[in-house]
């Protein structure tokens, strides 16, 4: 039998946490859940994960936090799930490295088949010595962060998203990432505006 993937999962609300650690181990996940991110930081020093999916805004050390300290020290890809999708948020999340970014509210149908892609690519059987580590992955993954910014701004699903962005693409003679690239930029630049 092949060992279960192992994931963290980290969420304040322990309603979403519940409902997270109940998707990923019917999809044949070992989950490590934490509530906060002190614990979670001591659960990937104990056990090891080979992903995260972490909330960004918790009492205590933020999901960002929780982010840094698996970055530096673990090596381990990380993925965001939020409510909030505000241009600093953004930034924030393309700085830290993060191969995906996901929106709340939940559908467990949609999240599950994410997260696999992200593990696919970033974990065991996939990209494993792929982690986040520099410019290049910040570039691959732009994708996922527009098509959370696009998902969570127009209250529409993945597929729709990334769709979309395709249609941009192709109308202005771009490339997906290049299109993906440019609106980041553009909130990254509102975030600016409105920091002023």
Do not use: W
Not at 88 to 106: D, E, F, H, I, S
């Amino acid at each position: 039998m092949a060992a279960k993937r192992k994931i963290l999962v980290v969420d304040d609300d322990r309603l979403v946490l519940a409902t997270l650690v109940h998707g990923l181990s019917q999809a044949g996940y070992e989950v490590i859940d934490a509530d906060n991110g002190d614990d979670a930081i001591l659960a990937a020093r104990e056990r090891r994960p080979e992903l995260a999916l972490l909330d960004i805004r918790m009492e205590g050390k933020t999901g960002f936090d929780v982010a840094a300290y698996l970055r530096e020290h673990d090596r381990v890809p990380f993925m965001f799930l939020s409510a909030f999708n505000d241009e600093a948020t953004v930034a924030q999340v393309r700085a830290l490295g993060a191969v995906a970014y996901l929106t709340k509210p939940l559908d467990i149908a949609q999240f599950v088949p994410a997260v696999d892609e992200v593990y696919g690519r970033y974990c065991a059987g996939g990209q494993a010595s792929a982690k986040p580590e520099g410019e290049a992955d910040a570039l691959r993954d732009i994708v996922a962060i527009a098509v959370g910014v696009l998902m969570h701004r127009h209250s529409i699903l993945r597929a729709q998203a990334l769709e979309r962005l395709r249609r941009r693409a192709q109308a202005g003679g771009l490339s997906l990432e290049e299109e993906c690239r440019r609106l980041v930029a553009a909130v990254e630049s509102m975030a600016c505006a409105v920091d002023l």
